[in-house]
């Protein structure tokens, strides 16, 4: 009988909390339960210890990062970037700017890297990459879509996989019948009322805030050219006035414990996945993303 499908990641645990390493370590990974928990302690205590080092030795290190001007080379990208309809919509609470940053100064939330799909990145990237390559790979304009399956499991519920853990909710939305193409309903139509199910706009994208810069989407494409080499990337730059700012547009993790990234001297960042001190590789069951969705209706007289 074949074995499940696994793949490899980059786990950055140092800075997590011990309770939270010893579950990740002994639910997620494909030999978790034969794991010792006395060994994975001694190993959070000794990435842990590096850490609070880096809290004296990199102080500043994530502070004043600059965001550069982009090549003028590529400024008729950035034009393209800047007017497409999908940039426009996924910033237009808080503007972005693109510009250029350095990968290694970027405070990172994410805890995990799938290697696997980095592979697959640097397969389709090539091991040179030149600017204009590097800007596709950080701002595509072509919008690439990856592949789903959608399947009716109940009369009322509807069900989208995905290898990639991109898919998500975007939005509710309500149609009229002049917005309906094709459809032929058993009876007039008075509107059509949905979930949208899609990708993020992959735009590789950071927050501005208190002199630091926060990745808030891009990591794998990010880990992936710092690990060809390169240095610097155009990115979507978002400035926040004030952290308050980041219950708009922040990561779920940043929201919940800022202070992890914005008040520690030395706070998590992208190069700490490559610091074998710092982050360490696991074997996991390969998953794919479910978005599952469910019409609820209700009919019903009411006096006026």
């Not at 499940?4 to 140092?14: C, E, I, N, Q, R």
């Not at 596709?136 to 290898?163: G, M, N, Q």
């Not at 810069?213 to 610097?232: D, E, I, K, Q, S």
């Not at 610091?275 to 978005?291: F, M, Q, S, T, Y």
């Amino acid at each position: 009988m074949p074995s499940a499908p696994t793949d490899s990641f980059a786990y950055l645990y140092a800075h997590t909390r011990l309770t939270d390493f010893l579950d990740h370590m002994t639910r997620e990974p494909v030999d978790g339960r034969a794991l010792d928990r006395d060994r994975l302690t001694a190993d959070w205590h000794a990435a842990n210890a590096r850490f609070q080092s880096l809290q004296q030795t990199e102080v500043g290190w994530a502070d004043q990062a600059t965001v550069g001007s982009i090549p003028k080379s590529l400024e008729a990208m950035v034009r393209r970037v800047a007017s497409d309809a999908i940039f426009l919509r996924s910033f237009s609470a808080v503007p972005g700017q693109i510009g250029m940053v350095e990968l290694d100064r970027l405070v990172v939330s994410q805890k995990t890297i799938n290697l696997t799909h980095v592979d697959r990145l640097k397969g389709q990237i090539g091991p040179s990459p030149d600017r204009d390559t590097i800007f596709r790979v950080c701002l595509p304009f072509d919008h690439p879509t990856p592949a789903a399956e959608v399947t009716r499991i109940e009369k009322h519920t509807f069900e989208i996989v995905s290898d990639s853990n991109d898919l998500r909710f975007l939005e509710s939305l309500a149609l009229s019948s002049e917005q309906l193409n094709g459809y032929q309903a058993s009876g007039p139509v008075v509107g059509v009322f949905g979930a949208v199910v899609g990708y993020g706009s992959n735009y590789l994208n950071a927050l501005a805030c208190e002199g630091r810069l926060v990745l808030n989407n891009g990591f794998h494409r990010a880990y992936t050219l710092r690990a060809l080499g390169v240095t610097h990337v155009p990115c979507v730059v978002q400035r926040l006035a004030r952290r308050d700012e980041l219950k708009h547009v922040g990561r779920a993790a940043v929201r919940r414990d800022p202070e992890l990234y914005f008040d520690l001297a030395r706070p998590p960042v992208l190069k700490d996945f490559f610091d074998a001190g710092l982050c360490r590789e696991v074997i996991c069951p390969r998953k794919a993303r479910h978005v599952r969705v469910t019409v609820t209706v209700e009919e019903f007289d009411e006096s006026s």
